[in-house]
């Protein structure tokens, strides 16, 4: 069974300061991830998966498959990105099927 | 941007009774989930939908749930007989193809059984 680890349910940086939230999985097969995002009083939206290598408001996440981890960065925090994190897992071997969220993480930019 | 519509946005219920959590998808997609969120846990899954039957549910998915798209273009959550650890947000999913994997979330139903 899949499961997804996000070891800190608050974070709090200063604005300008970097970021780094974790994500951590288990899975024995090959695992699509994904980052989402809700901003306060907002609906759950995509902010990015790692099959795009893309980066999304300044946020990075790279797949380490050695590691079983896929944490979220960003070099300058912004008070804009205060929201909550989600990290999430779907198979691989059968594509559009249920996401496997992480416990979230909420993260406090500061002024 | 295209959005997923849910209603209600709050519903409160008594326990027993029956509730219906309502989802308008967007327009072209054609595969649908139902995510629920109890306060101060994760997001979990309980069923995706598509070519009008149930494609996968989850354990917590049992005889007291189930969806339908009746006429078309609202896509219900019904849970029959509403117990109190039932009390949670309810979202609906939705994504254009297989393939694609963003989801779209509406902005979610919460439900609270007294």
């Known amino acids: 069974a899949q499961r997804v680890t996000q070891p800190e349910k608050l974070l709090s940086v200063f604005k300008g300061a970097p970021v780094e939230l974790k994500c951590n999985y288990s899975?024995?097969?090959?695992?699509?991830l994904f980052w989402y995002v809700q901003y306060s009083r907002q609906r759950l939206q995509l902010l990015l998966r790692h099959i795009s290598r893309e980066s999304i408001k300044g946020f990075t996440a790279d797949l380490n498959k050695g590691e079983t981890s896929f944490h979220l960065k960003k070099p300058f925090a912004q008070e804009e990105d205060s929201a909550m994190y989600y990290c999430a897992l779907s198979k691989v071997e059968t594509s559009g099927s249920r996401l496997t969220f992480g416990e979230g993480t909420q993260l406090t930019v500061n002024p | 941007e295209p959005e997923v519509t849910q209603t209600p946005s709050h519903q409160v219920t008594q326990m027993g009774q029956e509730v219906i959590l309502r989802c308008v998808p967007i327009?072209?997609?054609?595969?649908f989930y139902w995510y629920r969120q109890i306060l101060g846990q994760k997001v979990e899954f309980l069923v995706s939908f598509y070519n009008n039957e149930i494609s996968e549910k989850s354990e917590i998915f049992d005889d007291q749930f189930s969806v339908e798209r009746p006429d078309g273009s609202n896509f219900t959550l019904k849970i029959r007989s509403t117990k109190l650890e039932d009390s949670a947000m309810y979202f609906c999913?939705?994504?254009?193809?297989?393939?694609?994997?963003?989801?779209?979330f509406g902005s979610g139903t919460q439900l609270s059984v007294l």
């Open positions: 999913a939705t994504r254009r193809r297989e393939a694609d994997e963003k989801l779209f």
């Open positions: 327009s072209n997609h054609l595969y």
């Open positions: 899975y024995s097969g090959s695992p699509e």
